[in-house]
């Protein structure tokens, strides 16, 4: 099937060079890059109906891993002592 796809020029001439690097036709990139896509429709990262994932979204397996010794740091006075202040 033939189509016709708009493509900035600058992306153009990227993915020219890089089929081109791979000594391979630019219609041939264009379906491996379509094939990823559609085969991974849960990648959150590149979906385009969400958003960019949040700094917690990144490091939610890293939370609680490393403990203090105390269960709440905001709940000690000592803790927040000069907290705020140059």
Do not use: Q, W
Not at 4 to 15: E, G, I, K, M
Not at 39 to 52: G, I, Q, R
């Amino acid at each position: 099937m033939r189509t016709t796809v708009d493509l900035p020029d600058d992306v153009f001439r990227r993915a020219k060079a890089a089929a081109a690097l791979r000594g391979r036709k630019l219609k041939d990139l264009i379906e491996e890059g379509l094939l990823r896509v559609l085969e991974n429709p849960e990648d959150e990262y590149y979906s385009v109906n969400k958003k960019e994932p949040t700094l917690y979204d990144l490091m939610k397996d890293a939370c609680g891993v490393a403990a203090s010794g105390v269960r709440d740091l905001g709940t000690n006075r000592k803790h927040l002592k000069e907290f705020g202040r140059d």
